[in-house]
């Protein structure tokens, strides 16, 4: 299975002086790949001189999510007044060739970013990085994991900071063994992104990988278990020993088992055994929704 991924723009593709004459190309037509922010500005405006070097600064870091043109409406009056700009700066975004939205008056960097982050999910490249994904995700549950890691690293290519083609990637590397570089991968998740589904899948399933379970005291713990079916202590012993074996049913009937018959055990040591499974096995995986849908009934019958 592939997937191709246009290649990543330049540095240099990112931003650029337009006029009225290039305006459909610049613009326009090229929005119909990815967005296009156009900046109006004058050499004289004050705010222009704040706003101009803050967002051409945080569409690079954007990595080719959007795209920013800049006009100068001293010399391009054209298409400055098609759209009704009465002040500057005066920024619209375009999105297959049509606005999209925009603001008036210099931003703050940070609400620069909320604004190039929401545009950045619109647009041709969002709905191709979007495909892939999908393709990527189908890939993995196929375990065809050497194509699903094919095409995270093609998404990652095109948006660096995607959290949930860097926690696939990751999933896909501890699916292979190579924990060291599923490790790496994670670390280069943005700390804004930590606390993503996926990612926080990803790091339950690095940790149970990186900590191995001896699965060779099962055989005494089924039996402590013959003899007193409410050994809690063994029954959630024995749930972890399954999990780490591969068996995520027996497990997830286990600790259930032990909520079912007293939730508080152990500081609730159950419930939360099950949270951090639902963790590594991915909130979309069906042993994960299984399993919150039978603790949920549990909690509040």
């Known amino acids: 299975m592939t997937f191709m991924l ?11 002086d337009s006029n009225d004459k290039n305006f459909a190309k610049d613009v ?8 296009v922010i156009v900046d109006f500005w004058a050499p004289w405006c004050g705010p222009c001189k704040t706003l101009g070097p803050a967002i051409e600064k945080v569409v690079k870091q954007a990595n080719g999510k959007v795209k920013l043109v800049k006009i100068n409406v001293d010399e391009n009056q054209q298409y400055a007044a098609q759209l009704r700009v009465q002040s500057i700066p005066a920024v619209f975004a375009f999105v297959n060739g049509q606005p999209v939205d925009g603001f008036m008056g210099a931003l703050p960097e940070g609400e620069i970013k909320k604004f190039i982050d929401k545009l950045g999910s619109q647009g041709g490249l969002a709905e191709e990085i979007e495909a892939a994904m999908t393709a990527a995700n189908g890939a993995f549950a196929e375990k065809d994991y050497q194509a699903a890691a094919g095409i995270f690293v093609q998404i ?23 924990l060291e570089n599923a490790k790496a991968t994670l670390a280069l998740v943005p ?6 589904p996926a990612v926080l899948s990803a790091n339950a399933a690095l940790e149970l990988a990186l900590n191995p379970v001896d699965t060779s005291g099962a055989a005494a713990l089924e039996a402590r278990l013959g003899k007193n079916p409410d050994d809690h202590q063994a029954r959630f012993d024995l749930a972890v020993l399954r999990n780490g074996a591969g068996d995520r049913q027996q497990a997830l009937d286990h ?12 500081e609730e040591a159950a419930r939360k055994q099950l949270v951090k499974l ?13 399993g919150r849908r039978k603790l949920s009934s549990l909690l509040f019958s």
């Open 191 to 196: 700390p804004a992104k930590a606390k993503d």
């Open 28 to 35: 326009i037509e090229a929005s119909r790949t990815v967005p």
């Open 6 to 16: 246009d290649a990543k723009p330049q540095a240099a593709d990112l931003v650029k």
């Open 255 to 266: 600790l259930l088992y032990i909520v079912k018959k007293e939730r508080g055990w152990n």
């Open 278 to 290: 639902f963790e590594a096995w991915g909130p979309k995986d069906e042993m994960t929704l299984q």
């Open 156 to 178: 990652i290519q095109a948006d660096r900071e995607h959290a949930g083609a860097l926690a696939g990637l990751a999933r896909c590397q501890i699916e292979m063994g190579d």
